[in-house]
């Protein structure tokens, strides 16, 4: 496996690799600082970016490498010159490519013409890097013995609900997403990709539209925003009236388990998708979570520049 583009092309094993490797980051975060002496990183995000940013960063410093960060309209790509192009040129500069952008396509065309591993940070459908993150927060909690726990997301059906149902259908985990019903349900090749994972790997896909029974008994409740990078403002008061019924508020986590946490991918909007109460609450895991964006993206860089990723069949 040359490139991380997509959630779905993690194998089980490449996931186990990954998070022990991010687990052993965690603790020793110079433990490979030489692995990407005297090269280059290029980072290129065409979207804003915080913790990403901030994490990729510091994951390359923490391997020796020098970050480059490139941001959408430092590049040519924005004055015509082509996808594949930009990608050999990159390649001849820097040991790994991580992008955030919108269309998948462009990642995944970036990828099948550059020489060097390219990690998708974030599309409109995906975010592979950020459900590392969020599963190695999970086994800090609850081991990695899941068997009879329900991993439930409630909110929009964007990229975060379609890589929350695809990494759960490959760790063969009971992943349940509650959106509202059309326009903002989860993408439907997601679900149906996620169902035929989790029918192979022994894990249960649900969409429902009814939040308190997506939460009933739930050991993780996870949300995002509401409007997403790149969603259309016109929208926005449809959207949020759509998605009211969805929000995080104690009333929703008291139908969780009684051992649950709350996470998010952040950035938040209190009094949105998630109250503060439940955010800043007991129950929320959200620093440990963002803390492990590094660690994990450490892992993905040391193992694919080392081609020790083998991707699923
Ligand atoms: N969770 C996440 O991807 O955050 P940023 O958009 O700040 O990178
Ligand atoms: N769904 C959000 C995730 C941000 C990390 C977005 O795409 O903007």
Not at 64 to 85: A, C, N, V
Not at 148 to 165: C, I, P
Not at 232 to 256: C, F
Request: glycine residues 8%; aromatic residues 6%; hydrophobic residues 45%.
């Amino acid at each position: 496996m040359k490139d991380l583009l997509r959630t779905e092309h993690l194998s089980r094993a490449d996931i186990e690799l990954l998070l022990d490797t991010a687990a052993d980051f965690a603790k020793n975060p110079f433990r490979s600082r030489d692995a990407l002496a005297n090269q280059s990183v290029a980072v290129y995000m065409t979207k804003p970016s915080t913790r990403t940013r901030l994490a990729s960063e510091t994951a390359i410093a923490h391997l020796g490498g020098t970050p480059i960060f490139l941001r959408g309209d430092d590049l040519q790509i924005g004055r015509g010159e082509t996808i594949s192009d930009t990608a050999k040129i990159i390649s001849g500069f820097a040991s790994a490519l991580i992008v955030r952008t919108f269309a998948q396509s462009d990642v995944d065309e970036l990828g099948a013409h550059s020489t060097i591993p390219v990690i998708n940070a974030l599309t409109d459908t995906d975010h592979p890097t950020q459900l590392l993150a969020d599963w190695l927060t999970i086994r800090e909690v609850f081991g990695k013995d899941i068997a009879g726990r329900k991993f439930t997301y409630v909110g929009d059906g964007n990229n975060m609900a379609s890589a929350w149902l695809t990494m759960g259908a490959i760790l063969g985990a009971h992943v349940v997403v509650a959106t509202p019903p059309g326009k903002w349900a989860p993408n439907s090749d997601a679900v149906a990709r996620a169902t035929q994972i989790a029918n192979k790997s022994g894990g249960k896909i649900e969409v429902l539209t009814d939040p308190a029974a997506a939460a009933q008994g739930a050991s993780v409740l996870y949300t995002d925003v509401w409007m997403s990078m790149g969603d259309a403002e016109s929208e926005r008061k449809e959207k949020i009236a759509a998605l009211s019924p969805y929000a995080v508020t104690n009333d929703l986590m008291a139908q969780t388990a009684s051992d649950s946490i709350f996470m998010h991918c952040l950035p938040a909007h209190r009094g949105e998708e998630v109250a503060s109460e439940v955010i800043d609450g007991p129950k929320s895991v959200i620093w440990r979570e963002a803390f492990h964006r590094r660690t994990t993206i450490q892992a993905i860089l040391y193992h694919l520049v080392r081609g020790e990723l083998v991707g699923a069949l």
